[in-house]
């Protein structure tokens, strides 16, 4: 089964500043690795898919980077509603598994 | 619009069996692997289990394997999840999901707004 732990656990920022969130697998997951974002009572929300594709819908101020083993989220300048928790997802083989995630608070 | 409307969840004493149910519109729902994601009371998110858009193949975590069956009947736009042997750790709130699969790209993205299965006695 292929890990990935997520950092930090939490992050604390203001609006307007940038967040960089990381996910790490514990073996290659080439490029098949998504991000989600999670408000409370809501479900996930694609955000990044295949590492650096931003789904549809999505502001550009969000981005992902990254391949094999080590990728990024990063949000230019947040916004009140960038607020949430952050799940990192691979689909490179089964089973499927996701990230504990990031809470991103304000600070 | 798109709707996945899941149902079935409840309270069930360890041991026992529950079926959730997730009613698909708004897509050609055979076209698509559906999946089951769950998530424990203030936890993070927990694959449970795929079927392929045929029903022809199925994957499950091994935290569910032998107490889950999953399945779909494409002619009434549903996926269902059969669990048993019901165990405190299974409490979560289960999405129906379309999500990235090894065999099924990312988008579209959908998912419902979960049905919550509580385990005590």
């Known amino acids: 089964e292929i890990v990935l732990t997520q950092s930090p656990a939490t992050l604390s920022l203001s609006p307007g500043e940038r967040a960089t969130l990381s996910c790490r697998a514990s073996?290659?997951?080439?490029?098949?690795l998504a991000w989600y974002q999670q408000k409370p009572g809501q479900a996930p929300r694609l955000l990044i898919y295949?590492?650096?594709n931003r789904a549809t819908g999505i502001p550009a101020r969000f981005s992902g980077s990254g391949s094999g083993t080590d990728f990024t989220l990063t949000i230019s300048s947040l916004e009140p509603e960038d607020f949430a928790v952050y799940y990192c997802?691979?689909?490179?083989?089964?089973?499927?598994?996701f990230g504990q995630g990031t809470r991103l608070q304000i600070k | 619009e798109v709707q996945l409307l899941e149902s079935g969840g409840g309270l069930v004493q360890p041991g026992g069996s529950l079926r959730l149910s997730c009613a698909a519109s708004?897509?050609?729902?055979?076209?698509?692997?559906m999946s089951w994601v769950r998530q424990a009371p203030g936890k993070g998110l927990e694959w449970v289990s795929t079927?392929?858009?045929?029903?022809?193949?199925?994957y499950y975590a091994d935290s569910v394997k032998g107490r889950s069956t999953i399945s779909r009947d494409n002619s009434k736009n549903t996926l269902y999840l059969q669990m048993n042997s019901l165990r405190a750790e299974d409490t979560a709130v289960y999405y129906c999901?379309?999500?990235?699969?090894?065999?099924?790209?990312?988008?579209?993205?959908?998912w419902g707004q979960g049905t919550l299965v509580t385990v005590s006695s």
């Open positions: 999901a379309k999500v990235p699969l090894v065999f099924q790209g990312p988008e579209p993205d959908y």
């Open positions: 708004g897509f050609t729902f055979s076209s698509y692997a």
């Open positions: 079927i392929s858009g045929s029903g022809g193949s199925t």
């Open positions: 073996q290659s997951v080439s490029s098949y």
């Open positions: 295949d590492a650096s």
């Open positions: 997802q691979q689909r490179s083989n089964w089973p499927i598994t």
